[in-house]
């Protein structure tokens, strides 16, 4: 009797399966556009949260999400409209959402060029969480790119007090500073960094050297930091500084080693790129700037584009070049220095 009853539940237990299978919801528009900005697939993502949009699914996420599809695609103005629409969803009220899309926001107001409009909603995320170091770095940067150097520093001050151990702030302070042609007031912050009461690791001292230009000291802490799980800043810096002290070729075995086991690191592709093209190896530096390109990592893909052009440009293939600056151009039209390289590749 046991053993029919058995029986008996099996195709019961079947058939519900399948009802439960077959009620079971696809994935929302909403859910297939995040899953498309995972893959870097930002003109499919826009796609889909256009379609989610029509379909009334949640706007603020809709919204949200199209604007970082907006971002990758390089196209800030409508990014930031994106944003703005994703923000007027809230009604006021302030979460976790809206200090997030606040950034993505301030992100679309630099890249398009609109300063003001981004440090204002820099100064917006401070007024809803005034220990917000990040937004005191970004506000400070964004003072830096409008000229007030005073302002910049009164924000990089604050940030550095308010996390006084992020090692990482004091140095993209100091090279903001420095690319802003104020390489002495960039140094002094490194000069605060080294001179702090926290522990410090042979890396961090390692980077702070780098910075201070005391290359040896800072081989020398890079190479004390080597062990079994070398990470891609230890060798990205430990490179720099061989190239710094004209060891080019142990620098690009360094990269070459590490790309062979983690080929996902854009960033060492770049810089593999570049040194190759200080060997006058453009062939190798062409060949490193294409498997940056192609990790589709957008946070290095200007940079890298760019760089493959003036590759081809060393290599003489001057109608390649002009050809890759016209598609360069279309995805960042605001880049003067690539406008004017242009008109120069349109006489070749």
Known sequence: MIMKKFLYI???????????????????????????LEALDFAGAASMFDAALSAGEDAQLAYRGKGMALLGLAQYTEAQKAFEN??????????????????YLAVAQVKAGDLQAGYDT??????????????????GKVSLSMGDLGSALQDFDQSVILAPTDYDNY????????????ASEGLAYIQRAKNTDYKKSD????????????????RNRFENSRGKKDTKDLILFLG??????GDLNYATALYTEFLATHPEEAELYAQLGLAKMELKDYEGALAAFD?????????????????????YEYLLDFKKA????????????????AAREYEFLKTR
């Not at 994703?86 to 950034?103: C, M, P, T, V």
């Open 10 to 36: 099996i195709p019961l237990l079947c058939s519900l399966l399948l009802i439960s299978c077959g009620s079971a919801k696809e994935k929302s528009y909403t859910d297939q556009g995040m899953d498309a």
């Open 86 to 103: 994703a923000l007027a969803q809230s009604n006021g009220r302030i979460h976790k959402i809206e200090y997030d899309i606040s950034y």
């Open 122 to 139: 820099y100064t917006a995320i401070i007024a809803m969480n005034e220990r917000d170091t990040k937004a005191y770095y970004l506000r």
């Open 171 to 182: 140095i993209n302070i100091c090279k903001d500073l420095t690319n802003a042609g104020y």
């Open 203 to 218: 890396y961090q001292m390692g980077v702070f050297h780098y910075y201070a230009g005391e290359y040896e000291e800072a």
């Open 240 to 245: 720099k500084t061989y190239e710094a002290l």
């Open 291 to 311: 498997a940056g390109i192609a990790t589709g990592n957008v946070e290095y893909m200007q940079s890298l584009q760019f760089d493959r052009i003036v590759a």
């Open 322 to 337: 002009a050809v890759l600056m016209q598609e360069y151009l279309t995805a960042y039209p605001n880049d003067e220095t």
